[in-house]
């Protein structure tokens, strides 16, 4: 059973500094790993896909990582701002777009 | 290009009656997932369809049952409402039936008083 976790639960910093959230799956057979954001009471938005073929990817200030053989990935956000203040979801993707999520970090960036 | 639209994006119901959700996916995207949130579980796995199949059902009860229309457009239904059914529902699509980026919906918040 694929289990997802990420660290830490909750995270606060000011606003500039640089960030790592932490992504662990139990299971090393996937066929993606997707990051996501989600402002409260909407829905997902999608921020960075890695193929299990790939090492890592990067769209702006954001960078995430995959190493399947030891089940983790990292976000690394950089330069933080208020407007990057949101809960940051992890999530493993299986057969038939399965996706299993981890339970996300709220992310509080402080002006 | 329009994302994917889910419809009601809010409705409340009460115990005991039945709800039907929509959703329909970006132009192109065959594969409608479905995924329930909840504070207490996080973002659960429903099921998911391709071409009008379901390929892959999560662990939920019967009571939960989709369908997916020759336009892909998807519908979930949730009969005989519980409390515990209280929850967003969120669609996903993705362009390819495997290993393909899911894009998500805004969802839809069901209260079951």
């Known amino acids: 059973k694929q289990e997802v976790t990420q660290i830490p639960a909750a995270l606060s910093v000011p606003e500039g500094e640089n960030l790592v959230l932490n992504c662990s799956f139990t299971d090393s057979a996937i066929y993606n790993l997707q990051w996501f954001r989600q402002d409260p009471g909407k829905g997902l938005t999608s921020l960075l896909l890695?193929?299990?073929?790939?090492r890592e990817q990067t769209s702006g200030r954001l960078n995430a990582s995959l190493d399947k053989s030891s089940g983790r990935s990292t976000l690394y956000i950089a330069a933080s701002q208020p407007g990057d203040s949101a809960t940051y979801l992890c999530?493993?993707?299986?057969?038939?777009?399965?996706?299993?999520f981890g339970a996300g970090t709220r992310l509080t960036v402080k002006p | 290009k329009a994302g994917v639209t889910q419809t009601p994006r809010y409705l409340i119901k009460t115990r005991g009656q039945q709800v039907t959700l929509s959703c329909s996916p970006i132009?192109?995207?065959?594969?409608v997932s479905w995924y329930q949130q909840t504070p207490g579980q996080g973002l659960q796995f429903l099921f998911e369809y391709f071409s009008e199949t379901q390929r892959n059902k999560g662990n939920f009860p019967g009571r939960f049952s989709g369908r997916q229309f020759s336009n892909s457009r998807s519908e979930m239904n949730v009969s005989t409402l519980e409390l515990g059914d209280s929850a967003l529902y969120l669609c996903?699509?993705?362009?390819?039936?495997?290993?393909?980026?899911?894009?998500f919906g805004e969802g839809s918040r069901l209260t079951v008083l």
């Open positions: 890695i193929q299990s073929s790939q």
């Open positions: 999530a493993v993707i299986r057969y038939s777009n399965d996706m299993r």
């Open positions: 132009s192109g995207h065959r594969s």
């Open positions: 996903a699509s993705s362009p390819r039936g495997e290993g393909g980026e899911l894009f």
